[in-house]
């Protein structure tokens, strides 16, 4: 037969049977369940570490599957291959976090008949997005006596939900000529938690005592939780879009929901990590918190967590090991989205070198911005052998790069890996709406994400 001498990337529903097309959906409603469970890196990591534990992934790392989380937010996972420790590791690294309004520490402010929440937003987002729509609240609230309180509310049939208000069409008239960022203020991103106030409070018409619907509002919450305002200080609330994920489309092709950046390769690593064959190098998974907002902080890849996993690896099981060795020989997949093309901002891609939803995976040889700055590029001999490895099992894959050179870019955790000299390449599935309060991923690219992690994890790549 005569090869096919043009390239053009493989629509994954095309080459989908119908017992592929049952795989997809199957593994698209765990997904569903899971992004609608997890919202913020806390309850990620908490979901991660109690499914790798029911999987006998143990904290003593002399066991053949180890995991250790870091302070609830970061987690490392590995598992013994064939290979012995010295040929390195197979890697999967991936976030926790996600684009979120996070209370500020003195959060309540009374405004003309209702009680606001002051907010600081978490990482990229596009402020008017979060107007107008019911929000949950999700974190924890450390006591004075060091006790946690674990917060969820707005998620359940019959609990409240938060919300942002906006301004009405009729009034906005000099808004809509200002300019996006003019228009919508950091400092108006306030949420509405209460408006009542207590009985008899005001005593005639015309009365006005402070902070009524404040001073009601923390005598409810010191009712229920037995908080008060100093409580508010040393908490974690993170405002995130209320409701669980859904299909999207009369086909039911496309899944909907927050947080897809990146718990979308959190999800497809993971279930990689537990069902690849042990054929090949050792395996192991990092999930980071921060990278929204630049890997920095413990529990983010800027950090040593990492190496001290490894370098705790290698002492149980491989003693004599150099750790960088180990380090030097390991292969690693930076698992994080690509911006898909949007199909009504076309423009702003460059479309041959731009993902597409329904095409599988996407690989970035490299990230950065405006002549490849900041970015670490994989070398063309570790792409050219997961090209051969997808390829050989009909994986479907494309490659991109972030919006049009000069117009767009971004980074991922790709970098932290690479200074440890690894051989390292972003490759995960494309997203629409990315960062926004609902994002769109295609039940395709999860299914073949998935695939793509787990023949990675199982296979023996090498070249010289
Ligand atoms: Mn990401
Ligand atoms: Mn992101």
């Known amino acids: 037969m005569k090869k096919n001498l043009s390239y053009a990337p493989q629509n994954a529903w095309s080459s989908a049977d119908a017992k592929t097309r049952q795989a997809m959906e199957k593994l698209s409603r765990r997904y ?3 992004l609608s469970r997890c919202k913020t890196e806390r309850e990620t990591v908490e979901y991660v570490r109690k499914r790798l534990e029911k999987k006998g992934f143990s904290q003593d790392f002399s066991h053949d599957r180890v995991v250790r989380p870091l302070r609830g937010k970061a987690i490392f996972a590995a598992r013994k291959g064939a290979m012995p420790l010295e040929r390195g590791l197979s890697l999967l690294a991936a976030h926790v976090d996600t684009p979120r309004l996070d209370f500020k520490q003195r959060p309540l402010v009374e405004q003309p008949s209702v009680v606001q929440a002051k907010t600081h937003y978490y990482g990229g987002i596009r402020k008017y997005q979060w107007l107008a729509r019911p929000l949950a609240l999700h974190g924890i609230i450390v006591r004075e006596n060091g006790e946690v309180l674990p917060v969820t509310i707005g998620e359940k049939e019959g609990e409240p939900v938060f919300c942002i208000a906006d301004l009405l069409p009729h009034l906005a008239q000099k808004q809509v000529t200002q300019s996006v960022s003019e228009a919508f203020e950091a400092e108006k991103l306030n949420i509405i938690l209460g408006h009542s106030i207590g009985a008899g409070t005001q005593k005639k018409a015309g009365d006005a005592p402070k902070d009524p619907v404040k001073t009601r509002l923390l005598e409810i919450l010191h009712k229920k939780y037995a908080i008060t305002e100093e ?20 086909d039911k092709a496309l899944v909907g929901g927050y947080g897809q950046d990146d718990r979308i390769c959190v999800f497809c690593a993971l279930e990689a990590l537990l069902e690849a064959g042990a054929t090949g190098r050792s395996m192991a998974v990092i999930f980071w918190d921060k990278e929204e907002i630049g890997s920095d902080g413990a529990t983010g890849a800027a950090s040593r967590f990492f190496q001290y996993c490894v370098e705790d690896l290698v002492r149980a099981w491989a003693k004599n090991v150099p750790v960088s060795q180990v380090f030097l020989e390991t292969r690693a997949i930076s698992a994080d989205v690509q911006a898909a093309l949007d199909p009504d901002y076309q423009d702003v891609h460059e479309k041959q070198n ?7 995976p996407c690989f970035s040889k490299f990230t950065g911005s405006r002549g490849k700055y900041g970015s670490s590029e994989a070398d063309a001999e570790f792409f050219g052998s997961l090209r051969s490895l997808y390829n050989r099992h009909g994986v479907p894959w494309q490659t991109a790069e972030l919006g049009r050179v000069d117009l767009g870019g971004g980074g991922t955790v790709a970098l932290f890996l690479a200074a440890y000299g690894m051989h390292v390449i972003d490759l995960g599935p494309a997203v629409l709406s990315m960062h926004s309060p609902f994002e769109l991923a295609s039940c395709a690219d999860i299914h073949t994400s998935w695939l793509a992690y787990r023949f990675f994890l199982e296979s023996r790549i090498e070249y010289s």
Do not use: N, S
């Open 32 to 34: 569903v369940d899971f």
């Open 231 to 250: 409580d508010f200080i040393t908490a974690e609330l993170q405002a995130v879009p209320a409701g669980p994920a859904r299909f999207v489309g009369f």
């Open 354 to 360: 731009a993902a597409l939803l329904g095409y599988g």
